[in-house]
């Protein structure tokens, strides 16, 4: 092959790029770390916001995590991996998104030295793995069960999650309704207790204050009723809800009518007449007074349900119809002949109201229900998608406690306690692993340092502090942002859910682990940009 030692060899595509060894670990892990530092800033209640402008102009101001990651154009292949994980963090815990991405970046930023003594990225990955499932471990055993009848705790964890959202006063407003909600939709399976978010449905609406936020014990359809002629507000109302048409169901072949005089088209008319008349019968006769449909209602149908004074909706979303469901108690009838009293649902209160420039249905007052609505308000339109997003947070924070029944201290102080246990674990590891076990505890610590820094504290003087503190057996020892001195969080109501610490550091160390694996990117070539002018004439 001697014949070839001159020649250049083109395996990749031309204008393919590689990065190899250090040059492309320092690359990635310097994006990964980038991205870390846009969302810093905004952790705990001092935290600043982000203003996110994107291509159409469309503004978003938050201080959430995964929404900022979310809304960043991120280019890089490494950094893309921070964005994901925050995603999975919001979507499988729905808190702990910023924190994630501040620990993640952090592991980086500590196995860069270590890879610059000369420790091999399998060595710190395993150490790294190691010192996760003692935190793991230490967590559990930390944690304390929460009756979940105890309203003041978990108001007081959904406000440990909304704190540092733009809410002000509304804060405690909102974690009594966040509270309320989860109560409703709570169910037993088996010995465990489970919860779903998707059974709290939440409908924004500009106008008034956050302080009008409300929970409706039932379902917000946000349609108006179909005929003017109809009651727009019925007590004691018996639900049918319907996934079929109130229409004449149209031919799936041609079919030509020969009609040679008026009388049969009027008699042909009729039929039709006659065919919708006996679908509402139908519906009267069942003791349905409310019809909330998922398809058409026709003109006539409409008109003889307003003579029964019978409330109607239609096209409603078929998520909606389920939620309906769960909140009234009716079955979901697909054929009309099927439809029994037996079938219907009941609320205390079936109201058209007029909310904002829009109409709404409101289904309240349920027996028993297993759905309900929050309607949030504020004056304006970002301010009712930050109050959204600090929902969220609120409701699955409570939603985390039912799935998983333990809470700790947050204000940084478990991760205080487990980085001064995981430095105790490291020396009986031994070898080189030990190095890459203390470089984990000392990532921990980023949270309060991170936490001190955005509350303009001296994050030396506060880590110090809290060291000291632990050592004393201050267990649930952290910061206090509003006075700058380190108290017992679990006195200050300062509680968090095992569930979201827990997926936090090990989404944590799975992304950090995959990212120092990489010893070689290989990027393909861009395609041209079409040229300018449009497309050149044939």
């Not at 079955?331 to 109201?351: C, K, M, P």
């Amino acid at each position: 092959m001697s014949y070839l030692a001159n020649q250049q060899v083109l395996i990749l595509k031309e204008g393919s790029n590689r990065n190899r060894g250090k040059d492309a670990q320092r690359s990635n892990i310097s994006a990964a770390r980038i991205v870390s530092e846009v969302v810093k800033t905004t952790l705990g209640p001092r935290g600043m916001d982000k203003m996110l402008v994107d291509s159409l102009g469309d503004v978003t101001v938050t201080s959430d995590g995964a929404t900022v990651l979310d809304e960043l154009d991120v280019q890089h292949p490494a950094a893309k991996m921070l964005v994901e994980i925050a995603k999975t963090q919001d979507d499988e815990v729905g808190d702990g998104t910023t924190s994630v991405v501040v620990l993640a970046g952090e592991l980086l930023k500590r196995a860069e030295l270590l890879l610059d003594k000369g420790l091999h990225p399998t060595v710190i990955n395993a150490g790294f793995k190691k010192a996760a499932e003692k935190a793991r471990e230490i967590l559990n055993e930390l944690g304390k069960p929460v009756d979940l009848k105890d309203t003041e705790t978990l108001r007081k964890i959904a406000v440990t999650a909304m704190r540092g959202k733009s809410l002000g006063g509304a804060t405690e407003h909102f974690a009594s309704i966040a509270v309320d909600a989860v109560n409703h939709v709570i169910e037993k399976r088996g010995d465990a207790f489970s919860a779903d978010i998707e059974n709290i449905q939440l409908v924004k609406k500009e106008g008034k204050s956050l302080l009008d936020t409300e929970l409706i014990k039932g379902v917000i359809v946000d349609k108006e009723v179909v005929h003017p002629g109809m009651p727009k507000r019925i007590e004691k109302a018996k639900i049918a809800l319907l996934d079929t048409p109130l229409e004449i169901e149209k031919t799936e072949f041609s079919a030509e009518i020969k009609i040679s005089n008026p009388q049969q088209m009027q008699s042909f008319l009729d039929e039709e007449t006659k065919l919708m008349k006996d679908m509402v019968e139908k519906i009267k006769k069942s003791g349905a007074n409310v019809v909330l449909c998922q398809k058409g209602i026709d003109e006539v149908a409409q008109s003889f349900m307003a003579k029964n004074g019978i409330l109607a909706a239609r096209r409603i979303k078929k998520s909606d119809i389920e939620k309906l469901s769960r909140a009234t108690g009716a079955r979901i009838i697909t054929n009309l002949e099927d439809i029994r009293s037996a079938d219907l649902g009941f609320a205390g209160l079936v109201e058209e109201r007029k909310v904002g420039d829009d109409k709404m249905v409101f289904i309240e007052d349920a027996k028993d229900p297993k759905s309900v609505s929050i309607l949030i308000r504020a004056g304006l339109e970002r301010l009712v998608d930050e109050a959204e997003r600090a929902l969220k947070d609120a409701l699955s924070v409570i939603i985390d406690v039912v799935k998983k029944n333990k809470i700790v201290a947050g204000g940084g102080a478990i991760e205080i306690e487990l980085a001064k246990r995981i430095r105790d674990l490291a020396p009986k590891i031994g070898g080189r692993e030990q190095l890459a076990i203390e470089a984990f505890a000392d990532s921990l610590e980023s949270i309060p340092r991170t936490l001190s820094d955005n509350a303009g504290l001296e994050q030396i003087d506060i880590l110090v502090a809290l060291r000291a503190a632990h050592e004393n057996k201050g267990l649930w020892s952290g910061i206090n942002v509003h006075t700058g001195e380190v108290s017992d969080m679990w006195k200050e109501g300062v509680l968090e859910p095992v569930k979201v610490k827990e997926h936090a550091i090990g989404s944590a160390v799975e992304v950090a682990s995959m990212i120092l694996r990489i010893d070689d990117v290989i990027a393909a070539a861009k395609p041209p940009p079409p040229p300018k002018g449009g497309p050149p004439p044939e």
